[in-house]
């Protein structure tokens, strides 16, 4: 009897081991970005609303309002590489002309926080691709993702889309046709403008949109306090 007690405690012990415990394992394996080959571009990272201040920001992952449930970006800015940033300001005024503007929630992202994000997801949710594997990388880190939606001019308010941001299900979707009407032509309207600029939506969030020179710059890992400050371009050209 003691016998048969000792190895069911040993069968125990090892099943709570560190060892036998895979799920934890790959938390440990990444100390920083992917280490990558070939050249880049000189990162040239610009702050959004120095180069329009009409564009309206809702930095979430400033805040607890998103779903890490914690802030985790220590200031609410945004950021593109030069060429994306500057795509995006026509693609705002462009929307003018229907009575919309640009609302960003998310540019340039720390591949810390990319990491943060794949750790605290489900398996579910990776296999979905609503988060990118740090082991990779993602277009976020490389400043040349941006998560956006519409705000109306003539009141300033949020406009509605078939799903709210970052919301995991089918209706994040940018080919989603359920709902109401007005609210998938309004997505749309969004889609046919940033894909004019050279922009692609990703296909399970319909406001993700990657910048077609994505490949050209490298994954970065800066802090948004260690970016600086740069003069508009309406100061630049005096």
Known sequence: MKSRTARILLLL???????CAPAAAPR????GPPAEK?????????????????????IRYATPNN???????SEARAFLQRPAA???IRAHRALATHGYGILVFDGYRPWSVTKLFWEIVTPQ?????FVANPAKGSKHNRGCAVDLSLYDVATGAESAMPSAYDEFSDRASPDYRGGPKELLERRDLLR????????EVDPGEWWHYNYRDWREYPILDVPFEKIPA???LAARRR
Not at 28 to 31: E, I, N
Not at 67 to 73: C, E, L, M, N
Not at 194 to 199: I, Q, T
Request: aromatic content about 6%.
């Open 192 to 199: 046919k403008t940033m894909e004019a600029e050279g922009f």
């Open 13 to 19: 012990l090892l099943s709570v081991s560190p060892a």
């Open 86 to 88: 500057q795509a995006m």
């Open 67 to 73: 779903f890490a449930r914690r802030a985790v970006y």
């Open 28 to 31: 440990g394996t990444l100390s």
């Open 230 to 232: 740069a003069a508009p």
């Open 38 to 58: 070939g050249s880049f571009r000189k990162p040239d990272l610009v702050e959004l609303v120095r180069l329009d201040r009409t564009v309206r920001l809702d």
């Open 125 to 129: 949710d990776r296999a979905r691709g």
